[in-house]
């Protein structure tokens, strides 16, 4: 064999390897991404049913039901367009309140109920999630919230 076939077997076997290194970070980073969607976007379905996603929005007035002894919440979250039930069993954070913007991970659960696993809350009274804004923004609601319809 010659030495320039050799180089060149070196080469494909090196550039073999190095793709089958991209295609396996690619697929363990695909299982670690958290895509977000509004309301308005899981009651159209765009949401996938079995894989982890952010949902945002307000937690609607009136919704927060606790259950007794138990860490067990639900609540509602909207973007004035539509409404999602949340289901969390934990310690929400101390900022979380009705009527503010609020951030849940998890993923779909049965009868159309988001599971949440995390739930993150603003960090003061005139912060709201960028993500939040823009879907309020979006389907045409933000100045419900926000009088003048700016997203602080």
């Known amino acids: 064999m010659k030495a320039r076939h050799r180089r060149f077997g070196i080469v494909l076997v090196g550039m073999a390897a190095l793709g089958v290194a991209a295609y396996l970070v690619l697929t363990a980073l695909e299982g670690n991404l958290s895509y977000f969607f509004s309301?308005?976007?899981?009651?159209?379905?765009?949401?996938?049913g079995e894989h982890v996603f952010r949902l945002g929005g307000l937690v609607e007035a009136g919704s927060v039901q606790r259950e007794t002894g138990e860490l067990r919440v639900n609540f509602i979250v909207t973007d004035m367009?539509?409404?999602?039930?949340?289901?969390?069993?934990?310690?929400?954070?101390d900022l979380f309140a009705e009527g503010q913007g609020v951030i849940a991970q998890?993923?779909?659960?049965p009868d159309n109920v988001f599971v949440a696993e995390e739930v993150l809350a603003k960090h003061d009274e005139t912060?709201?999630?960028?993500?939040?804004?823009?879907a309020l923004e979006a389907a045409g609601k933000m100045g419900e919230r926000h009088p003048g319809g700016k997203s602080l």
């Open 39 to 48: 309301p308005t976007e899981v009651a159209n379905g765009e949401a996938p």
């Open 106 to 109: 998890g993923r779909m659960g």
């Open 127 to 134: 912060y709201m999630p960028p993500e939040v804004a823009e």
């Open 81 to 93: 367009a539509q409404r999602v039930k949340v289901a969390y069993d934990g310690i929400l954070p």
